[in-house]
């Protein structure tokens, strides 16, 4: 297993709630309401159990998104890596954190946005209406990484790296209706990653401008 060495790092509890029930409705059916829409961006990565024995040393992580809109048009983003034991949270940094409508301000040439590539971008604000679905894809590094290894966003940029799991949460109209009534709302939603023991849970935060 290819892991840096221990180190110290301080240890966060991921704020926001478990995905409500409400929010959690089929995105693949009903039609836009133009009159409302959203931003979507990813807070952080948690660790609640990192893969294999704590003591043997960090996971290195990654995470890829995509966006599926009402007609099916998609956006897709990467995270950077981040060496990570069990309890560590890791912020994704601001101008890579979009995930709705990402305008590229650094490009670096892969057809989605890469922050491993140090690729930077920010959010389209009033363009993602509802219906639309978030999916993420959580890896652990376990090969040499490559360049334009992977076919997607969501894929692995190396053969050789575990997949920890891809969940897609999807957003109704009822649902964010009901969980973000009025502009200037938002509200966090926890989505976790499990396999093979290993546990990773990451924040999205919703965010209704008008």
């Known amino acids: 297993m290819n892991r840096t060495a221990r180190t110290a790092a301080a240890a966060a509890l991921v704020g926001g709630a478990l995905l409500a029930p409400s929010a959690s409705a089929s995105a693949a059916t ?3 309401d133009l009159s ?7 807070l952080n990565v948690h660790a609640v159990d990192e893969t294999g024995p704590d003591w043997f040393g960090q996971d290195e992580i990654y995470a890829g998104f995509r966006v599926t809109y009402p ?3 998609t956006a897709e983003t990467q995270t950077a890596k981040f060496g990570m034991d069990t309890g560590d949270t890791r912020t994704i940094a601001a101008d890579q954190s979009c995930l709705s409508h ?6 670096t040439g892969r057809p989605w946005l890469s922050a491993l590539d140090g690729d930077t971008w920010t959010c389209h604000q009033y363009a993602l209406h509802a219906p639309f679905s978030v999916t ?3 890896w652990e590094e376990e090969g040499r990484w490559s360049p334009f290894t992977a076919a997607s966003s969501l894929g692995a940029t190396s053969p050789d790296d575990q997949s920890l799991g ?3 949460t999807s957003f109704s109209q009822e649902g ?3 969980d973000l009534r009025f502009p200037g709302w938002t509200k966090n939603y926890v ?3 499990r396999k093979d023991g290993a546990h990773y849970r990451i924040t999205v935060r919703v965010f209704r401008t008008k």
Not at 36 to 42: D, E, I, L, N
Not at 102 to 107: E, I
């Open 166 to 168: 891809r969940v897609t």
């Open 191 to 193: 989505v976790d990653h």
């Open 71 to 73: 007609r099916g048009s």
């Open 136 to 138: 993420s894809h959580v």
């Open 30 to 32: 009903a039609p836009e």
């Open 36 to 42: 409302k829409a959203y931003m979507v961006q990813v």
């Open 102 to 107: 990402p305008m590229p301000t650094v490009n």
């Open 176 to 178: 964010l209706d009901a």
